[in-house]
């Protein structure tokens, strides 16, 4: 299991390993600053080499021209880390040009040390926004790293103004974060780039950077992006690599999970019959709005769900009967008639919204489902009809429902915290997609998965995970028609089979993703359900 953590849960990490007498800060400085330099070299190999008409031993420490660092240190322990690092790259022979914003005499006391000794090796120049920027602009060597070390997980507010010259000047070059040149410049922050809030992925001025190194665990803002800005969260930090710090793998409670596909027992029940794992009912909308259903039925029996029974109103039997095969097809017209079908107590789940539309009977037949309080997927349209009145859907919700909005299902259910997700940040960490989720969440009485690259899955007594779409597992070709759809089958489906409905959407949505990551550039809806033989085959099912 790995969690994400934010800065206050990190510090605290710390402060006990060094009470403890496991550590000390100023051990923690040095592992932190070795993580970088190796993580570094680990990235571009060719970095850790001398360039030149002959090959240098790997203890080559003498001056090289064509590589140079600019290491920019901020005024607190991230700035220590910086130190740690310019000192690190100069005795591999590097030559490191270090800035300082704020007073050394004011640095805490372990990055204050590392300054001390960094000061024995080099200069330290005073912050200056627009020399930093000239600087680098004319600079021409061939192997060129800036390290940001100026806030890494210490910004809650815009960036200082005085910062403007340089982040402008440096801005052109790290856009492509995925370039490998080997004459090109490098970006390098260490635990965030400056500018992002650690704790919600909020852009408070960022500059995107190719490469991010954090430690112990990677905090919550590494895997946010919606609502964050042109470079918040994980689209400014490039790759990410997180550095051991010979920690205590002691977490505190309440930390917000990221999903690694570890939870859930997928193995189907050989034993029995088709039953035994479940029967799962989609409804169906009317006669030209059944695709969406039949998707997310295909997605429940390609999950593992015994049974699979598409209900349609009679205005679409012909159009479903059509499109159907190992899926079963039932006519229900209306609240009473699903009533009826419900009487089936061998109905283990049930999904209810994928194109229902937005009319009178998709409320009356959201409650009467709602009434049998048997596991329930509630998305898209049984979400919107509710907008000009959430509560009486909150009324009716019970702890074995998961509801899926995406960004605008989420506004219109809980308006005013999407208005607070989208509000300027005050002084202090910004309020994140996972703080709204878990508000939601308890709002509801249920399972709330807000969906996105970073969708955050929240339970009504705070628990809480991410299902992060970002770094080795980016999936933008995820965002098309009916993807949706399919992920409401797929936590129906594990529903009817038995998984809780927390257990239901982390794992769905976990599988979600791989399935797109299977099939690659070129998806669409329809092939998402035909990639589980091969993700559980690399899941070892």
């Known amino acids: 299991m790995t969690e994400l953590l934010t800065a206050a849960q990190m510090r605290a990490i710390e402060q006990a390993a060094i009470e403890s007498g496991e550590v000390t800060g100023l051990e923690l400085m040095e592992r932190a600053g070795q993580g970088v330099v190796e993580a570094i070299f680990e990235e571009w190999p060719e970095l850790a080499e001398r360039r030149g008409p002959a090959p240098a031993p790997p203890e080559y420490l003498g001056k090289d021209e064509e590589r140079r660092a600019v290491v920019l240190c901020g005024p607190g322990n991230n700035g220590g880390d910086g130190f740690v690092v310019a000192r690190l790259l100069k005795e591999r022979g590097w030559e490191a040009e270090v800035f300082l914003y704020g007073d050394p005499d004011k640095l805490p006391p372990d990055a204050k040390v590392n300054y001390d000794r960094w000061r024995e090796l080099g200069s330290v120049t005073e912050w200056d926004d627009r020399g930093i920027r000239d600087a680098y602009e004319g600079d021409e060597v061939s192997q060129f790293l800036v390290i940001d070390a100026l806030f890494g997980t210490g910004l809650t507010r815009e960036m200082p103004d005085d910062t403007h010259e340089a982040w402008n000047g440096f801005m052109p070059t790290p856009l492509i974060v995925d370039s490998h040149e080997p004459d090109e410049d490098r970006f390098v922050a260490i635990d965030f780039p400056s500018g992002i809030c650690s704790d919600s992925g909020r852009d408070f001025g960022a500059l995107p950077t190719h490469l991010t190194v954090t430690f112990h665990s990677a905090k919550i803002g590494h895997h946010m992006s919606q609502n964050c800005g042109s470079y918040g969260g994980a689209k400014g930090c490039g790759k990410l690599k997180v550095v051991p710090l010979g920690l205590p793998q002691v977490f505190p409670k309440g930390c917000v999970e990221l999903l690694d596909g570890r939870k859930g027992n997928l193995n189907k029940k050989y034993s029995g019959h088709k039953y035994t794992n479940g029967h799962a009912l989609i409804l169906s909308g009317g006669q030209g709005k059944t695709g969406a259903a039949r998707l997310?039925?295909?997605?429940?029996?390609?999950?593992?769900?015994?049974?699979?029974?598409?209900?349609?109103?009679?205005?679409?039997?012909?159009?479903?009967?059509?499109?159907?095969?190992?899926?079963?097809?039932?006519?229900?017209?209306?609240?009473?008639?699903?009533?009826?079908?419900?009487?089936?107590?061998?109905?283990?789940?049930?999904?209810?919204?994928?194109?229902?539309?937005?009319?009178?009977?998709?409320?009356?037949?959201?409650?009467?489902?709602?009434?049998?309080?048997?596991?329930?997927?509630?998305?898209?349209?049984?979400?919107?009809?509710?907008?000009?009145?959430?509560?009486?859907?909150?009324?009716?919700?019970?702890?074995?429902?998961?509801?899926?909005?995406?960004?605008?299902?989420?506004?219109?259910?809980?308006?005013?915290?999407?208005?607070?997700?989208?509000?300027?940040a005050a002084t202090g960490p910004a309020y994140s997609k996972v703080d709204a989720t878990r508000e939601a969440a308890k709002r509801a009485g249920c399972i709330v998965l807000f969906k996105g690259p970073d969708t955050v899955i929240a339970a009504p007594d705070g628990r809480c995970s991410v299902n992060s779409a970002h770094y080795e597992r980016s999936a933008p070709w995820l965002a098309t028609a009916g993807s949706g759809d399919v992920l409401a089958g797929f936590i129906t489906g594990l529903m009817a089979r038995g998984f809780s409905p927390m257990q239901a959407a982390e794992t769905a949505a976990y599988i979600h993703v791989e399935c797109a990551l299977e099939f690659g550039p070129g998806l669409i809806a329809e092939d998402l359900p035909e990639q589980i033989p091969a993700v559980f085959r690399k899941l070892g099912l």
């Open 296 to 424: 997310a039925a295909r997605g429940a029996l390609r999950i593992g769900a015994g049974l699979v029974t598409v209900g349609s109103p009679r205005s679409a039997m012909f159009e479903n009967a059509a499109n159907l095969t190992a899926i079963m097809l039932r006519q229900i017209d209306g609240a009473h008639g699903l009533v009826e079908l419900m009487e089936d107590e061998r109905l283990s789940a049930i999904c209810l919204g994928p194109g229902m539309g937005r009319g009178a009977d998709t409320q009356t037949m959201v409650f009467a489902a709602l009434k049998e309080t048997r596991p329930t997927v509630l998305d898209a349209d049984a979400l919107t009809r509710f907008e000009l009145k959430p509560e009486a859907l909150f009324d009716a919700l019970h702890e074995n429902c998961v509801i899926t909005p995406h960004g605008g299902e989420f506004a219109r259910l809980f308006p005013d915290l999407a208005e607070k997700l989208n509000a300027p």
